[in-house]
């Protein structure tokens, strides 16, 4: 069974560019959520899809967005590109939705993005 | 003060050691709780996964919660090279709408496995 797939895996952007990063989660999982792992911050939430509407966000500005198709797969895009924005991105699956009994998350290997 | 606190390390401990990593938190309102692996330039990988407390066993890997306390802790035993990660614990739990989806995350324990 296929895990979580992100591309791409790494690249370079200019500051002042926007990035998009595509995640296609495990088959079956219909929950999507994405975050940003940088030396200092840790692991930081970003945002979650489910059914294609977004279920939580995290404390990010307004140039942080995502969305969700509906084959589960999902796209997150930054715009106006800082150098703070140099991170390894990563996407995360899950099969249930919040209420359920288990919720157990699997991550992708991330994108890893460099912003000069 | 950060809602999950975890001890960054780094730990270096001899190959064979029983290796103890701990995470507190301030949110009651967390119910799972897990643990991750993660190898340099990797994401992370889940090691084990526990709802509410008690003690859950995997191997050579033990999780043990202890929501009374709001403390989680990850034991490896007979711990091998291989070993050598960052370990992440992460939470999640539904507070006025938080989906279970979000996972809060500890800052890592960098774990050094020496032969």
């Known amino acids: 069974k296929a895990g979580v797939t992100q591309t791409p895996r790494y690249l370079i952007k200019t500051r002042g560019q926007q990035v998009t990063l595509s995640c296609s989660p495990i088959?079956?999982?219909?929950?999507v959520s994405w975050y940003q792992q940088t030396p200092g911050q840790g692991l930081q939430f970003l945002f979650e899809y489910f059914s294609e509407t977004q279920r939580n966000k995290g404390n990010f500005p307004g140039r942080f967005s995502g969305r969700q198709f509906s084959n589960s797969r999902s796209e997150m895009n930054v715009s106006t590109l800082e150098l703070g924005d140099s991170a390894l991105y990563l996407c995360?699956?899950?099969?249930?939705?919040?209420?359920?009994?288990?919720?157990?998350?699997?991550f992708g290997e991330g994108s890893w993005l460099t912003v000069v | 003060q950060k809602e999950v606190e975890q001890d960054p390390g780094p730990l270096s401990v001899p190959e064979g050691a029983i290796v103890s990593l701990n995470c507190t938190y301030s949110n009651s309102a967390f119910q799972y709780f897990m643990w991750y692996r993660q190898y340099s330039r990797k994401g992370p990988e889940l090691l084990m996964y526990?709802?509410?407390?008690g003690n859950k066993e995997d191997g050579r890997f033990t999780a043990q919660v202890d929501k009374s306390s709001k403390y989680i802790s990850l034991f490896i035993r007979d711990s091998q090279p291989s070993d050598s990660a960052t370990y992440l614990c992460?939470?999640?739990?539904?507070?006025?709408?938080?989906?279970?989806?979000?996972?809060?995350f500890g800052q890592g324990t960098i774990l050094t496995v020496h032969p």
């Open positions: 526990t709802y509410s407390s």
């Open positions: 088959s079956g999982h219909r929950s």
């Open positions: 992460a939470m999640s739990g539904f507070t006025g709408g938080t989906s279970y989806g979000k996972l809060t």
């Open positions: 995360a699956s899950s099969l249930r939705d919040r209420g359920s009994s288990g919720n157990t998350i699997y």
